[in-house]
């Protein structure tokens, strides 16, 4: 998800979106973000990072194009984010809480308990930035509740002023960032049923 500062002369809705006939991707727009979002279904398969910021890029550039047209406006790019939300599955709530919080250090996570009897169990980090990802800012959330348990990892890049030509707004270094942490807080396991190459 790129953000993107637009006057409200230049795009004046609060929040547009549409979605594609599988209701796989969508594509949204608000005054200061563009968003394509991808999801998956029992019978699709992950196109890849690559292939859905090349279609954002495309899509990015006919908007660009739409708005300097109609309103003589030119988008300013202030940064990206780049999100990914994983079903996890075959961990309790207390296992999942324990082995993030250890980076799936800690000795017989099995052995933490089954069950927290809570209707709702969270966790919240903030990580800092790696070296060489300097912009960066990586938030994870854990849910875990009656419909399952979901990990989110998201990960912003916010454009220096030296930056402007940065491929959309920095989308690939947050991308970058949040793989590194997308690895670095899920178990050995977890890749290896995820088919991870490398």
Avoid at 45 to 71: H, I, N, W
Avoid at 143 to 168: C, H, K, M, P
């Amino acid at each position: 998800m790129a953000v993107v500062p637009v006057s409200p002369r230049a795009w004046p809705f609060p929040y547009l979106m549409w979605s594609a006939e599988d209701d796989q991707q969508n594509l949204a727009i608000q005054n200061d973000r563009f968003i394509l979002s991808w999801s998956f279904s029992p019978d699709s398969r992950y196109p890849g990072f690559d292939s859905l910021s090349t279609t954002m890029a495309e899509r990015f550039a006919q908007f660009e194009a739409a708005v300097e047209a109609e309103t003589s406006e030119a988008l300013i790019l202030a940064g990206a984010e780049c999100q990914y939300v994983n079903r996890i599955e075959g961990y309790s709530a207390q296992q999942m809480i324990v082995g993030i919080a250890t980076r799936w250090s800690a000795p017989d996570i099995e052995d933490v308990g089954e069950s927290l009897n809570a209707t709702y169990s969270g966790l919240r980090l903030h990580t800092c930035t790696d070296e060489g990802m300097e912009g960066c800012s990586v938030n994870l959330s854990l849910d875990v509740d009656d419909d399952g348990t979901f990990l989110a990892i998201e990960s912003e890049r916010d454009l220096l002023s030296d930056e402007s030509n940065l491929r959309l707004a920095g989308l690939d270094v947050a991308h970058r960032q949040l793989i590194r942490k997308f690895v670095e807080f899920t178990s050995v396991e977890m890749h290896e049923a995820w088919g991870r190459m490398s």
